[in-house]
């Protein structure tokens, strides 16, 4: 299957596509070219996790020497603390941008220009040739991220206030879960503007714009590859945590490296079940372009035809 996908795949009236038939190209290109989204989402999902290691440990050793109940005098700390979570976060964030505009490239054949005897550019190159737009697309769609997580935990703090928080102590691990999900799949809308921008004829807002656009009735499929890639991360990690248990001898398990070497191996596992969200996102926003290029092959058509 080749990687452009208006190339390889017919475009229906009106260049729309069915959810089902979308999912099924994800998952084939998915499979087929594995080895090449791999090699695009393991290194940002490394440093990523190198990145929130490092803030945790630093919010630890600010914390550390501060007893719980003088919190509320050391507010330096406090921001300090909050500027590298919340900028770590920002930071993964990011990298996950980067490398969707990578996927994108390759699923799009954005890199089909290059010439390969002059210069052979990596994945990346589109991503760094546009990077302040993707790091404003990234800024946005943070920001939205936050303001619906916060606007779940209003909604889940005021319903433990009409239960009970007795009661609703049990189902508030699923309510943050459910919670995470739908606020996921709604910021999800903007997946495609960062495939989009890469076109390079459409400002940030044009592309947000244009992702949103886009998404209106495909948000079912939207949200079914965000829930995959959630909950594929979860399974992946798990499994590495547990699997690894039963298979190394105790031996292994308690040496200091260990739990290094289970990080490592966890985090290439979310890897490598990152790419399918970001393909779709990718093959989305192709088929926002179709009908561009249908009317204007059209137009063409008819000039000629005079």
Request: proline share 4%.
């Amino acid at each position: 299957m080749e990687t452009n996908f208006l190339s390889s795949q017919p475009v229906d009236v009106g260049g729309a596509a069915s959810p089902r038939s979308l999912l099924k190209n994800v998952y084939s290109l998915y499979h087929n070219q594995f080895r090449r989204w791999f090699a695009i989402t393991a290194p940002t999902s490394l440093l990523a996790a190198l990145i929130l290691v490092m803030a945790d440990q630093r919010i630890r050793a600010i914390f550390g020497g501060i007893p719980l109940r003088e919190l509320p005098y050391h507010w330096k700390e406090m921001a300090e603390a909050s500027v590298l979570r919340y900028g770590s976060f920002f930071i993964s964030w990011f990298l996950g941008c980067f490398a969707l505009a990578a996927t994108a490239t390759a699923v799009n054949g954005l890199d089909a220009d290059d010439n390969p005897s002059v210069w052979r550019s990596d994945g990346f190159q589109k991503a760094r040739e546009h990077f302040g737009a993707l790091l404003l697309t990234a800024l946005l769609t943070f920001c939205a991220f936050l303001a619906g997580m916060a606007a779940i935990e209003f909604v889940t703090f005021e319903a433990a206030k009409v239960v009970g928080w007795s009661r609703f102590a049990r189902f508030n691990l699923g309510a943050s879960l459910v919670g995470y999900e739908i606020i996921a799949g709604i910021v999800s809308w903007l997946g495609m503007s960062i495939p989009i921008l890469l076109r390079g004829n459409d400002s940030v807002w044009d592309a947000l714009r244009k992702s949103v656009k886009a998404s209106n009735g495909y948000e079912g499929y939207l949200f079914l590859l965000v829930v995959e890639s959630t909950v594929g991360s979860y399974v992946a990690w798990f499994a590495v945590q547990y699997g690894f248990q039963l298979l190394l001898p105790a031996a292994l398990r308690y040496t200091a490296w260990y739990g290094w070497f289970i990080a490592f191996v966890a985090v290439l596992a979310t890897a490598a079940v990152e790419p399918p969200m970001f393909i779709g996102f990718s093959l989305l926003a192709a088929i926002e372009r179709a009908p561009l290029q249908l009317a204007a092959n059209s137009q063409q058509e008819r000039y000629f035809s005079n």
